[in-house]
Every structure is written in C-alpha cells, then in structure tokens.
Nanobody, 124 residues
C-alpha cells in the first residue's frame, strides 16, 4: 500500500493559481494511476483529475478542464495539480489518491489509498 501526503493548499483570490503536491511513500507509486478528488462542505467527494502510471494519459472533470493540469514525477514519487484561473466554486478539501490499477479512472471505487487532504479556499 502507498502512503500519501498532500501539500500546497491555501487561500487565494479568484483568478489566482495554486499548485498542489502529493508525496507518496511505498514501492507501488510508479505502477499505479493517481488522481485528485475534492469535497466541499455538505457535498460528496468528487473526481477532479487522474493520470496514468506513466503520465501518458490523463482525464479531467468538465468543471476543471482547461484550468487544471495534473502531472507526476515517478522518480520523486510525487504528483501535482496545477490550478489556474481559480473560482470560488473550486473551494474544497483536495485529496490525492492512488488507484488500484495502472490506468486512469474517474470512479472513486477504483482508488484504494487516500491522503489526509489539503484545504483550498478561493475568495471572490
């Protein structure tokens, strides 16, 4: 199993940018797809983005396409989420997760390990 720790959250004004990082420990990081999810108060956790084991394939939620970019560095066992043109509706706790397989999925059931989350707050 892989252990995940997110960082990089914070408070930003609408239109600003943040970069989230997810540091992994454990030997399976480079074999698994990874993903980002988010959960706003009173709402269910939702898919944001996912990237395949090699970084060669990714997918995004429609709400973040063109604004967010997911990437990974397998040598550093780290995944990133670059968030640009942030909106107040992006405010949530962001979680990184490791998929149980190598290919991208947006299905929350396909993820077996989770980080503790990092808060992102976008002010209007």
């Amino acid at each position: 199993q892989v252990q995940l720790v997110e960082s990089g959250g914070g408070l930003v004004q609408a239109g600003g940018s943040l970069r989230l990082s997810c540091a992994a420990s454990g030997r399976t990081f480079s074999s698994n797809a990874m993903g980002w999810f988010r959960q706003a108060p009173g709402k269910e956790r939702e898919f944001v983005a996912a990237i395949s084991w090699s970084g060669g394939s990714n997918r995004y939620a429609d709400s973040v396409k063109g604004r967010f970019t997911i990437s990974r560095d397998n040598a550093k066992k780290t995944m990133y989420l670059q968030m640009n043109s942030l909106k107040p509706e992006d405010t949530a706790v962001y979680y990184c997760a490791a998929a149980t397989g190598p290919y991208t999925t947006s299905n929350i059931a396909g993820f077996g390990s989770w980080g503790q989350g990092t808060q992102v707050t976008v002010s209007s």
